[in-house]
């Protein structure tokens, strides 16, 4: 057993559940990571040169190649402390590693923040301009992660949800 400090321990172990869930075509998860965007090319860490050539003056320029090399040093120290870590590439593991960033949620489970994905949930579409359309929480009644409409959402809109608010001032009081 081998103890290495990391950043953000929580996205380092969802990302390697994710990883190992990957390769297991019998995992629960595989049909959700399945529906994962192929290309994520979207997210800076995955511009081209020419691409980021356009940020050239702004600070997202340095900022970009900042964080490649703090994810990669953050999977260095893992293989180097695991080895058999090594089975997954670095760019699987960028990859992962940006989509769990941008999926994840926080709720409240018996008074401690809990980091959960969430299949489904994950896949609506974020407004600033939506703002209390819905609310999620985790309900211990239901034990699951729950989404709830503030509001009337018509057949064949889309849902959305908006991460700029601090969700518990949303829900309704019960």
Known sequence: K???SLDWEYLV??????????????????PYIDVYPKLV???PVFFTKDEK????????YEQI????????EEYEKIVKAVPEYAKFPFEAYLRHKVLVTSRIFFATVDDKTEHMMVPLADMF?????????TYWK????????TVRAQQDIPIGEPVHYSLTVDMRK???KA
Request: glycine residues 4%.
């Open 65 to 72: 190649d900042n964080e490649i090399g703090q994810i990669r």
């Open 170 to 172: 949303l829900r309704p």
């Open 138 to 145: 985790y309900a211990k009644s239901e034990e699951a992660f």
């Open 53 to 60: 050539e356009l940020l050239k003056g702004s600070p997202m």
């Open 41 to 43: 090319t979207s997210f």
């Open 13 to 30: 172990f969802i990302t390697t559940f994710l990883l190992v869930q990957e390769l297991d075509p019998s995992s629960w998860w595989k």
């Open 125 to 133: 579409n974020h407004h600033y301009e939506k703002v209390g359309q």
């Open 2 to 4: 081998s103890k290495i």
